[in-house]
């Protein structure tokens, strides 16, 4: 049957990027349709039970900024919070939060639950309605067909998923769950490249089984951190400890003498794993001198005894899963709740989107998450909120948007995605980022609101917020750029006791910002004290403005050059071959990758700076009769 | 490799000489060979045979031999044709070649295609015009071991290390809790050090260098009216400079470029230095001392016949190696000549002059003395080792690259925010690039993966 109902966006998945997706396209206004094979587990945390960490922490606040579910379904979720590289500068500080999976389910789904404009429906997807070159729609198990104008696919691991545990392995989505095999045929007869990924998890234990007397207790950080920008530690429920052990040469010796039976080793598993987060056998084989390596043991809930043994992801047999578990300091007497596993399943090789996220062979068919080879729940988030939004953009008959490099981190890995690909499962690191001190935890807001205002992402309640925010940032910066101390007045000497410098001649308060030594929250009170009233938000944007002044301003000026070639636009039906100069290769590259804009053409792996160069000549002379 | 067209140049001198090479490269190359030479030409051997025009008529005769792609200079398909050295002979073969499909190539366009194919990187194909451009002997073996890729190859192993570094640093930044925290470790900041160590010695080897392709910048210095434009009108053979005896006529830098005995010179004329009212001759000091500071050698110029100023002894504090000239010795009694003497002696020593020479520009008396002492200066740093050809350009960016490791070890000395560092030691990197125009953005991240177990 065909659904009385037309949509103008539906979105196939009720996963990280699935939520995000369906809540981004409702908020602009759009008619949205959640498609999920099962309304109960809407916002799974499939892998470990946290959320945020380094280079994730900023992807949390870039959604939230951007009105998205992630950082207050975490802050309602939160039962362990800590600011990573706390002792470092602010640019690769982050936020991580163990939460409670449930909490975090109750969470989400009460979000979308909420959310105007967006309809819930539980059925598995198995084929798409495809016109010509164009999705409208998808048709489910029971055969009914939804028509919309366009469909976001977040399919996660589902897509052909294959679990391993040992030698034996079946059909799965994720543990418990069936895999989209239907669907997945049906991909994989579109013109996409395919390819296949694999992850692992490690077995579950329960914590009543744990000798915890020697392992070392690792407390959540205080003050607490907080993920949203609309937050506060008053959401969070009870927080709990996390503790630390660590493998034996024992457990060393228990996995190597069962490496054959690993699939990971056998050959079974033809899926590639990411080399940041490799599986136990993996790391044993890789680092073979390492004689210990670190476990996290992590909660998985208030209400369970259920614990996530963080670092010993494995497809290794059952029988070695119990032996090697029991011989790691704590869990001698361990009881495996549920065996680690590896999943392997289905991507398309994400080269072949836009920047919209939009598939380049099939119009109005977009991807988000897994299913463009990326890991990590905030990786999917982060896409699902940015397909979400340009899918109903689309039907609305606007321009598809999407962050630059150096507005956001969204920005960095869906470039890094349609430009470069992804051989691994791709995950956000800071240092993938070349714009890193401006990308901040702290500014993400500063980054994003006001373009999510503009975009209908954000609402009243979170714009006014912001707006108070930035003009007290604003207030706050100039007055300080007009404050500077003498020798000889009270203010300078309460500096001087107070930092242990000899300051010696007259100081600008920007110049005290840039000692190390110096805090802007203690400052303030010995030298204008009628600043000090300052949110403490607002003193901390700009004491971070203070102390990476210089290098900001590179950054910006590196920024503004690049841009100005960035952003010269390649026509899609660009004739490579009419350039004279570019090698063969070269031109195969860009003849496969379209660059939308030169700057795209740059970061093509193989396409030399020399060839980019070519490029922007022949775009100048071909551009110049019209103009002389 | 090129899809589009063909070049062909004549590889040789102009002027009548025994032999004149043809240099064909692209696509069309084995079929102007056949047209050309009436066989297919086996690759790398040298055919001797006729080159014909298309009704089948000698031109010239010669070797002729074929390269494949990508086993040749340009790394596409070229053809050489070696036939004789006459301009009419050589210009018959050449519009036959071109009539079979080729174009004239652009000056540098053969090695242009070696860069964009990846046979030499850019201070290679910078090297190749060097070594065609090189007026001495010194000058043509820096632009040789430059284009064995020496130069290359030590700017690469900086380039390595910055990046290895780079990862350590990234890797306590991205992974905090891996149990990898390199920013306390003493070796770590032990390597920055010796890499600025490494700097220092290529930085020196390529300075040599490019005093031999750009040329010795030479200043002319010291207060006013003592000669310095009659200098420079002396040693460019010109009058470049007006010449008065009013102090303060020269009100802007002056440059000419000579040579000496092989050996190109860039000489600048400043303005005299001292205390002045009026706002044009001060900017023109201001500039002055801007040219001083880009000096690989300055020429102090005295005046015999006035006292020292202490204006003269402001040059003192200069960073480059410098002469002294004591002018308009013509002016000065035979009797005060010995005292002069001593008083120079002194002055050297409060300079740290290298050397003192007396001279009268006017009665063109010591100028040959210092000619030979210039090209002595120029010659005394050929004789380092491992001198590479290098540009202004390189020095430049090898500069920018070491002060950013500089950088990055004082914020790794302050502590408190490596991420800072980690940015200088990334823009240290993208410095260098610029030297050998290989921007490849190599993983960092798989070596970080590669070298230490990460992950939970």
Same mark, same amino acid.
């Given at each position: ?57 900023? =992807? ?8 998205? %579910? ?92 294959? @679990? ?5 392995? +079946? ?35 329960? %914590?009543?089984? @744990?000798?915890?007397? #020697? ?16 937050? +506060?530690?008053?959401? #969070? ?15 060393? &010796? ?27 056998? &993996? ?13 996290? @043991? /992590? ?5 369970? #005894? ?127 980022? /070349?714009?890193?001190?401006? =990308? ?18 954000? &609402? ?30 009270? /203010? ?50 700009? /004491? ?22 960035? +952003? ?21 590259? =860009? ?38 | ?14 002027? !009548? ?5 043809? !240099? ?41 031999? !074929? ?324 540009? !202004? ?64």
């Amino acid at each position: 049957m065909e659904f009385p109902t037309h949509f103008d966006v539906i979105v196939v998945g009720g996963g990280h990027a699935g939520t995000e997706a369906a809540l981004a396209s409702a908020r602009t206004g759009a008619s949205t349709l959640l498609l999920t094979h099962n309304i109960e587990t809407l916002g799974q945390m499939s892998c470990n039970p946290a959320i945020g960490g380094i280079g994730k922490g900023h =992807l949390v606040k870039e959604i939230d900024a951007l009105g998205g %579910a992630m950082g207050k379904a975490a802050d309602a979720a939160g039962i362990h919070f800590r600011t990573l590289n706390s002792r470092k500068g602010p640019a690769v500080r982050a936020t991580r939060a163990q939460a409670d999976r449930s909490l975090y389910r109750s969470a989400i789904r009460q979000i979308l639950e909420n959310q105007p404009n967006l309809t819930l429906f539980q059925q598995p997807v198995d084929d798409l309605i495809v016109e010509g070159d164009e999705v409208r729609g998808a048709i489910t198990q029971l055969g009914v067909k939804f028509r919309a104008h366009a469909v976001v696919l977040t399919v996660g691991t589902f897509l052909a998923g294959k @679990i391993h545990v040992g030698d034996a392995n +079946s059909a799965a989505g994720r543990a418990g769950d069936p895999p989209a095999a239907t669907l997945a045929a049906r991909m994989r007869e579109l013109p996409l490249e395919v390819g296949r990924l694999k992850t692992g998890t490690p077995p579950r234990i329960d %914590a009543r089984t @744990i000798d915890y007397t #020697h392992l070392q207790p690792q407390p959540g950080d205080s003050p607490r951190p907080v993920f949203s920008y609309l937050g +506060s530690v008053d959401q #969070h429920p009870q927080q709990v400890h996390c503790h630390i052990t660590h493998t034996s040469e024992r457990t060393h &010796d228990i996995i190597r003498a069962a490496l054959h039976r690993s699939p990971l080793f056998s050959g079974e598993i033809e899926g590639v794993g990411p080399r940041y987060c490799p599986s136990i056998e &993996d790391k044993v084989v890789r680092f073979a001198d390492k004689t210990s390596h670190q476990i996290f @043991i /992590e909660p998985e809930g208030l209400t369970t #005894h259920e614990i996530y043994p963080n670092g010993i992801s494995t497809s290794l047999p059952f029988d070695v899963q119990i032996n090697y578990v029991q011989s790691i300091k704590g869990f001698e007497n361990a009881h495996i709740t549920r065996p680690g596993y590896a999943i392997e399943y289905d991507y398309f090789d994400p080269r072949g989107l836009s920047a919209s996220l939009e598939t380049k062979p099939l119009k109005r068919l977009f991807f988000a998450g897994q299913i463009n080879g990326t890991t990590g729940y905030e990786e999917a988030a982060a896409q699902g909120l940015i397909a979400g939004l340009n899918a109903a953009r689309q039907v609305q008959g606007l321009e598809p948007w999407t962050p630059r490099r150096d507005e956001a981190y969204i920005g960095v890995l869906i470039d890094d995605l349609i430009t470069r690909g992804t051989r691994e499962p791709y995950r956000m690191f800071t240092s993938r980022a /070349e714009y890193r001190l401006m =990308l901040r935890e702290d500014n993400a807001d500063m980054r994003l609101t006001a373009k999510g205002r503009e975009l209908g992402l954000v &609402d009243d309640h979170r714009w006014a917020a912001f707006q108070a925010k930035s003009l007290a940032v604003d207030e706050l910066g100039k007055a300080l750029k007009a404050l500077v101390i003498h020798p000889g007045q009270p /203010e300078f000497k309460a500096v001087e006791e107070a930092t242990g410098l000899s300051l010696s001649r007259e100081r600008h308060a920007s110049d005290l910002l840039k000692m190390p030594e110096v805090r802007l929250n203690e400052l303030l009170p010995m030298i204008a004290p009628e600043l000090a009233g300052f949110d403490a938000s607002v003193i901390e944007q700009v /004491e971070i403005q203070g102390k990476y002044a210089g290098y900001l301003d590179r950054q910006q000026a590196d920024v503004e050059r690049a841009r100005a070639q960035q +952003s010269v636009r390649l026509p899609v039906d660009f004739d490579y071959n009419s350039v004279s100069g570019l090698s063969n290769e070269i031109t195969q590259k =860009l003849l496969e990758h379209k660059p939308e804009t030169l700057g795209q053409a740059a970061r093509i792996s193989g396409v030399t700076p020399a060839a980019v160069s070519l490029l922007a000549i022949y775009l100048k002379k071909t551009a110049l009769p019209e103009s002389a | 490799m090129y899809t589009t067209d063909t070049i062909a140049a004549v590889a040789t001198g102009s002027g !009548r000489a025994g032999v004149g090479i043809i !240099r064909i490269s692209g696509p069309a190359v084995p079929d102007i060979a056949r047209q050309i030479t009436g066989k297919t030409l086996t690759a790398r051997h040298a055919h001797h045979l006729p080159f014909v025009d298309d009704a089948g008529q000698t031109l010239d005769e010669g070797l002729a031999i !074929r390269f494949d792609a990508p086993n040749s200079y340009t790394g596409e398909a070229v053809l050489e044709l070696q036939g004789h050295g006459g301009p009419v002979v050589l210009d018959m073969v050449l519009q036959r070649v071109l009539a079979c499909g080729a174009r004239p190539a652009r000056p540098g366009e053969f090695t242009e295609r070696a860069f964009l194919n990846d046979r030499m990187d850019l201070a290679q194909a910078e090297a190749v015009a060097d070594l065609i451009d090189a007026s001495s002997q010194a000058a043509a073996q820096a632009a040789i071991r430059s284009l064995d890729g020496e130069f290359s190859q030590a700017v690469n192993a900086i380039s390595e290390e910055l990046m290895t570094l780079r990862a350590w640093l990234e890797a306590a930044l991205d992974f905090s809790e891996e149990e990898i925290d390199f920013l306390s470790d003493p070796v770590f900041k032990q390597r920055v050090r010796e890499l600025l160590e490494a700097f220092d010695s290529v930085f020196e080897r390529a300075t040599q260098g490019s005093r031999l392709t750009d040329g010795l910048t030479v200043v002319i210095a010291g207060v006013a009216n003592v000669g310095k434009s009659s200098l420079l009108n002396a040693l460019s053979g010109t009058d470049r400079a007006i010449v008065t005896d009013i102090a303060g006529t020269t009100r802007d830098v002056l440059h000419e470029h000579i040579t000496l005995d092989g050996i190109p010179l860039h000489l600048m004329d400043t303005a005299g230095i001292r205390l002045t009212d009026d706002v044009v001759e001060q900017h023109g000091i201001d500039r002055a001392e801007q040219a001083l500071a880009s000096a690989d050698h300055v020429l102090i110029l005295v005046d015999a016949s006035q006292p020292v100023l202490p204006e003269t002894h402001r040059l003192a504090k200069l960073n480059a190696p410098s002469t002294l000239l004591i002018n308009k010795m013509d002016a000065v009694e035979s009797s005060v000549k010995s005292a002069l003497q001593d008083t120079a002696e002194r002055f050297k020593e409060a300079t740290g002059a290298q050397e003192v020479l007396f001279l009268s520009i006017k009665a063109d008396e010591g100028l040959d003395a210092l000619r030979d002492h210039l090209i002595q200066t120029a010659g005394r740093d050929t004789a380092v080792e491992g001198v590479f050809s290098a540009r !202004r350009r390189h020095l430049d960016a090898l500069q920018r690259s070491r002060e950013a490791a500089d950088a990055a070890l004082n914020r790794l000395n302050q502590g408190d925010m490596p991420e800072l560092a980690a940015e200088e030691l990334r823009l240290a990197r993208s410095a260098l690039d610029e030297v050998t125009g290989r921007f490849d953005t190599e993983d960092l991240l798989g070596k970080v993966f590669g070298q230490f177990c990460i992950g939970k």
